[in-house]
């Protein structure tokens, strides 16, 4: 059984009520819901949404301290300011799957800066709700 930490970062919440041209249609629940139905009988996955960044970074902290086997993590705007979710994904050593709904690559510039692409195991983005999907067909077959 591997235990997976899926974190959605600040305005994730909001889904459905975001630009439907960057994030689709669904709500984060759907969302889950689609992963959970994803998932083979060896995932159990733990779902947490903040819009606080140290709420986020001590969440990570568990997973560092044993609670989690992998991390899926949309970190939202944090993706492209914050050192502290950087460093705290550097230290946990298991999978670390970065998600974006949207072509975060191919935005505005300020979403080309990434702090957390380097500490990550691998990237899903640009897919919606697809891309979260593929992040639970990868761990389904490690
Ligand atoms: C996002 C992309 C970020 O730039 C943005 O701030 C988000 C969502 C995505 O899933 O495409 O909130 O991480």
Do not use: W
Not at 49 to 60: F, L, R
Not at 117 to 124: A, H, N
Request: aromatic share 8%.
């Amino acid at each position: 059984m591997l235990n997976v930490l899926v974190i959605n970062g600040p305005n994730l919440n909001m889904l459905g009520k975001r630009p439907k041209e960057h994030y689709g249609s669904l709500t984060l629940d759907e969302i889950n819901n689609l992963m959970i139905a994803r998932a083979n009988n060896n995932l159990k996955l733990d779902f947490y949404q903040s819009n606080y960044e140290g709420d986020i970074v001590t969440k990570i902290q568990e997973a560092v301290l044993g609670k989690y086997d992998s991390i899926i993590i949309n970190p939202g705007a944090y993706t492209h300011t914050s050192v502290a979710i950087h460093d705290a994904l550097e230290m946990f050593n298991g999978e670390k799957i970065e998600v974006h709904l949207s072509k975060v690559d191919e935005r505005e510039g300020f979403r080309k800066i990434n702090f957390v692409r380097d500490v990550c195991t691998k990237t899903f983005s640009g897919k919606l709700e697809g891309s979260y999907l593929d992040a639970i067909d990868y761990l389904n077959n490690i």
